[in-house]
């Protein structure tokens, strides 16, 4: 168990569609990072929050967006959803820079 | 920019047999490197890391060591069980950048009959 929760585990909704995932990170880690892992595409870097800020973007679409709360959860938001953007979303956090411990991961189907 | 190259999989051995999974590298400066696996049905788990060259990971009987001259960091274990099938993930974090992303390979699954 690494101390990173997620919920759901699961989500099935339809295109058009808009779903929130929910990260809580391990005690006392400020930084929340999201992951999209895709048969096609691999695992991809999304998203990092810090302490409240975004710190930085990778190849997150414009139609998703995500937030870190005061106490330091996050949530990442889903909306327009396409057949495309099913996939396994992962959280990771971390004190700082280098070892990042995952979450279970929510796995949306869009169908 | 960033990137890492792992050998593709499937990759099938029999119990007790000797794995090397091969893993290379492009980064400025002086990443750390990772080894993530991902069992069925479940999250990444860090297996192992190294910060700096000449450094060697262990964990689990699996190890890996960072070779700056070659930029590599290939994961080894003597004598694999079945218990070990799974995706097996390296990665890097670079440390020239402000974010603390982690820049993966695309994965090789392992298959270990028993």
């Known amino acids: 168990d690494s101390g990173v929760t997620q919920t759901p585990k699961h989500l099935i909704t339809a295109t058009g569609q808009r779903v929130t995932l929910r990260c809580s990170p391990r005690?006392?880690?400020?930084?929340v990072y999201w992951y999209q892992q895709s048969l096609d595409q691999g695992l991809q870097f999304l998203i990092q929050y810090y302490n409240g800020e975004e710190r930085a973007k990778g190849n997150i679409l414009e139609r998703f967006s995500a937030q870190q709360f005061p106490d330091l959860h996050s949530e990442l938001n889903l909306s327009s959803l396409e057949l495309g953007d099913s996939a396994l979303y992962f959280c990771?956090?971390?004190?700082?820079?280098?070892?990042?411990?995952f979450g279970p991961g929510t796995r949306l189907t869009v169908l | 920019g960033d990137s890492v190259t792992q050998m593709e999989g499937p990759v099938t051995l029999s119990e007790e047999a000797f794995l090397t999974i091969n893993c290379t590298y492009t980064?400025?400066?002086?990443?750390?490197l990772f080894w993530y696996v991902q069992y069925p049905g479940e999250g990444l788990q860090l297996l192992l890391k190294a910060t700096k060259a000449d450094d060697k990971g262990s964990n689990k009987g699996f190890e890996a060591t960072y070779r700056k001259e070659t930029t590599s960091f290939h994961l080894e274990k003597g004598s694999v069980q079945v218990s070990d099938s799974a995706v097996y993930f390296c990665a890097l974090s670079g440390r020239e950048n402000r974010d603390d992303k982690i820049i993966f390979g695309k994965g090789t699954r392992l298959h270990i009959l028993p």
């Open positions: 980064a400025t400066g002086y990443p750390s």
């Open positions: 005690s006392g880690d400020l930084s």
């Open positions: 990771a956090s971390s004190v700082g820079k280098d070892t990042q411990y």
